[in-house]
């Protein structure tokens, strides 16, 4: 009877544990995509079809242009993307390697050209998106720069000291950022807190310390935010 009890518990706990990691994996690492879409004169086209599918996992999302021809598709994860834009009587429009980052709204301005669905327009889009969705201030080390750094450890965490406004004398754990205290710095990882609370409370202020130190192989992306952040910031 103990026997069959403690198997139960043990499985209980490890549902549990399912559980608790679906939803840290579920957190706030997504990001979006915004645009306009208009003719060649410059008038904005209402009710024409945008499709954003991930080059890498081919995931999609889907959106149609309201009547100020603008649309938004949300809840996307970080990537390189292609966006294709359709409208009877309008050939169809292929905005290629669209590269969104987390928490970071990208945004394309798509023109379409009178003719048929059948005809395709192909454009490549900018190297650097203009991002006019969120006034937050942010810098991004993708896994390929990080690639292309000199590995002083496997910790992505570490990767911090090479953005602008970082200030460090030794290690990550020590540095600064804009010159503001450490107790200051909010530490996440898919938009859960994974900071040493404790310690950052503390006389010494060490606020620039994870727990969970996360590896290269696990992270896509470094994303440094330094003002205007939005309230998944925790202010």
Do not use: W
Not at 64 to 85: D, K, Q, R
Not at 113 to 136: D, F, I, K
């Amino acid at each position: 009877m103990k026997h069959c009890l403690l198997t139960l518990t043990l499985a209980m706990l490890l549902i549990a544990a399912t559980g608790m990691l679906a939803f840290a994996q579920g957190g706030g690492s997504s990001t979006s995509l915004n645009g306009t879409v208009i003719d060649q004169s410059g008038a904005v086209i209402p009710g024409a079809e945008v499709v954003a599918r991930n080059n890498a996992t081919g995931a999609e999302g889907k959106a149609v242009t309201a009547e100020n021809g603008t649309f938004s598709i949300p809840f996307l994860s970080p990537g390189t993307y292609t966006a294709t834009v359709t409208m009877p009587n309008f050939k169809q429009a292929i905005v290629k390697d669209i590269v969104l980052v987390a928490g970071t709204p990208g945004a394309i301005r798509v023109t379409l050209e009178v003719g048929g669905r059948n005809e395709t327009v192909t454009v490549q889009a900018n190297a650097e998106l203009v991002q006019s969705a969120t006034a937050n201030i942010t810098a991004t080390l993708n896994t390929t720069q990080i690639g292309q750094l000199p590995l002083s450890s496997r910790s992505a965490f570490d990767f911090l000291v090479n953005l602008a406004g970082v200030d460090t004398t030794s290690s990550a754990r020590n540095a600064t950022v804009a010159g503001l205290p450490r107790n200051t710095v909010n530490i996440t990882i898919d938009g859960i807190n994974t900071q040493d609370n404790f310690l950052k409370g503390s006389a010494g202020g060490d606020g620039m310390f994870t727990v969970i130190q996360p590896l290269l192989d696990s992270i896509q992306e470094v994303t440094l935010s330094t003002a205007t952040p939005g309230s998944e910031s925790s202010g």
